[in-house]
C-alpha cells in the first residue's frame, strides 16, 4: 500500500508525470533564448537601412590602426561583414519573416516538450535550423565566418543534443 502512495505521488492531479528539472531548466532557458531571438529579428529588420547606410564607417573603423587585434578576430574579415550587412538590407523582409516563423516553431516545441510531448523536439530543431539555412539563402556563406557565428552554432548544437537526450522524458506523442 506504500508503494502505491508513492507511485501516486509521482503524478499530478492530471495524471500527468512532473517535469524532469533537466528539462525544466532548457525550456525556461530556451523561453528566454526565444524571447531574445525575437527582439534581435525585430531589432535587424528595423535597424537594416541604418546598418547598411553606416557600411563605410565601419569599415574604416574595422581598419583602424586603433581597432585592438583581438577585436578584429572576434568580428571577423570587414569584406565579409560588409556583404552580410549588404545582403541583409537586400533581403530583410524575407529574413525577418522567416525569422519570426523560427521563433514560431521553437517557442511552440518548448511548450510541447513542458508538455511532455516528442513532437515538441521536432518543432525546436526546425525552428533552431531555420534560422540557418535562412542565412545561408539569403545572405550567403560568409554569413557563417567570425568567432561570434562560431559561438551561435556551438550554442545551438548543443541545446539540440540536451533536448536529445531529454527526450527519453517525452512520453506523449
Request: charged share 15%; aromatic share 14%; proline share 3%.
Given at each position: 500500500?506504500?508503494?502505491?502512495?508513492?507511485?501516486?505521488?509521482?503524478?499530478?492531479?492530471?495524471?500527468?508525470?512532473?517535469?524532469?528539472?533537466?528539462?525544466?531548466?532548457?525550456?525556461?532557458?530556451?523561453?528566454?533564448?526565444?524571447?531574445?531571438?525575437?527582439?534581435?529579428?525585430?531589432?535587424?529588420?528595423?535597424?537594416?537601412?541604418?546598418?547598411?547606410?553606416?557600411?563605410?564607417?565601419?569599415?574604416?573603423?574595422?581598419?583602424?590602426?586603433?581597432?585592438?587585434?583581438?577585436?578584429?578576430?572576434?568580428?571577423?574579415?570587414?569584406?565579409?561583414?560588409?556583404?552580410?550587412?549588404?545582403?541583409?538590407?537586400?533581403?530583410?523582409?524575407?529574413?525577418?519573416?522567416?525569422?519570426?516563423?523560427?521563433?514560431?516553431?521553437?517557442?511552440?516545441?518548448?511548450?510541447?516538450?513542458?508538455?511532455?510531448?516528442?513532437?515538441?523536439?521536432?518543432?525546436?530543431t526546425i525552428g533552431q535550423l531555420?534560422?540557418?539555412?535562412?542565412?545561408?539563402?539569403?545572405?550567403?556563406?560568409?554569413?557563417?565566418?567570425?568567432?561570434?557565428?562560431?559561438?551561435?552554432?556551438?550554442?545551438?548544437?548543443?541545446?539540440?543534443?540536451?533536448?536529445?537526450?531529454?527526450?527519453?522524458?517525452?512520453?506523449?506523442?
Amino acid at each position: 500500500m506504500n508503494q502505491d502512495n508513492t507511485n501516486n505521488t509521482l503524478y499530478n492531479e492530471h495524471n500527468k508525470p512532473p517535469l524532469s528539472s533537466g528539462l525544466n531548466v532548457l525550456t525556461i532557458l530556451s523561453f528566454i533564448g526565444c524571447a531574445i531571438q525575437l527582439i534581435s529579428s525585430v531589432w535587424g529588420f528595423i535597424n537594416a537601412k541604418k546598418s547598411y547606410d553606416s557600411i563605410d564607417k565601419l569599415t574604416e573603423q574595422m581598419n583602424s590602426v586603433n581597432m585592438p587585434g583581438w577585436t578584429k578576430v572576434l568580428i571577423g574579415d570587414p569584406e565579409n561583414i560588409v556583404k552580410v550587412l549588404t545582403k541583409s538590407y537586400e533581403n530583410k523582409i524575407p529574413i525577418f519573416v522567416l525569422s519570426l516563423i523560427a521563433v514560431g516553431f521553437c517557442f511552440y516545441g518548448v511548450l510541447q516538450m513542458r508538455n511532455l510531448k516528442k513532437q515538441g523536439f521536432r518543432f525546436y530543431t526546425i525552428g533552431q535550423l531555420l534560422p540557418f539555412l535562412t542565412q545561408g539563402l539569403f545572405i550567403g556563406a560568409f554569413a557563417f565566418l567570425g568567432f561570434t557565428m562560431y559561438f551561435v552554432i556551438a550554442l545551438t548544437l548543443l541545446f539540440i543534443i540536451l533536448y536529445a537526450l531529454q527526450r527519453k522524458y517525452l512520453i506523449y506523442t
